[in-house]
Every structure is written in C-alpha cells, then in structure tokens.
C-alpha cells in the first residue's frame, strides 16, 4: 500500500500533467508558466498564504474562497484561474 506522501506526489502529478496537456493544447505553455512563476512567488513571500494551503484549520470552502480572491486580485485568469481554484 502506498504511503500518504506517494499518493500526494501522483495527485500533484495527474493535476500538472493535466495542466500542461491542457497549456500546449491552448498554445499557452509560456504563459501559464509564468503565472505558475508568478503564484509560487506569491507563496513565497508569504507566511500566512502557507499555511492557508497546508492547515488543516482551514476548511476546503475558506480556502477556495482565499485563493478566488487571490486570483482575482492578482488577474490569474483561464487555465491557472481555474487550476488554482
């Protein structure tokens, strides 16, 4: 049986092959990889979005809610958008 940690990798895995599946389909590959560039600095840079993502204490609704607002602030829009959703 697979541990935690290996069945997170191949979730995480699925979902970035999808995302460039998806990226080359749309002739964005460049672009989305920017924006990934871009939110991985966001998190980064910040404590409090950490452990937005990693605690438990946050339900699955406040985190969809948090990372909406952020896309919205921060104009991720069409595929990362709604990956990061």
Do not use: H
């Not at 460039?20 to 991985?40: C, H, K, N």
Request: glycine residues 8%.
């Amino acid at each position: 049986m697979a541990d935690t940690s290996q069945l997170i990798s191949g979730v995480a895995e699925r979902y970035a092959s999808s995302l460039f599946e998806l990226a080359l389909d749309a002739g964005s590959i460049e672009a989305v990889g920017a924006d990934l560039t871009r939110i991985q600095a966001l998190i980064d840079g910040s404590d409090d979005l950490k452990r937005l993502i990693v605690s438990p204490v946050f339900s699955a609704d406040d985190q969809f809610k948090a990372i909406s607002a952020l896309v919205e602030k921060f104009g991720f829009s069409g595929l990362v958008g709604n990956f990061l959703k």
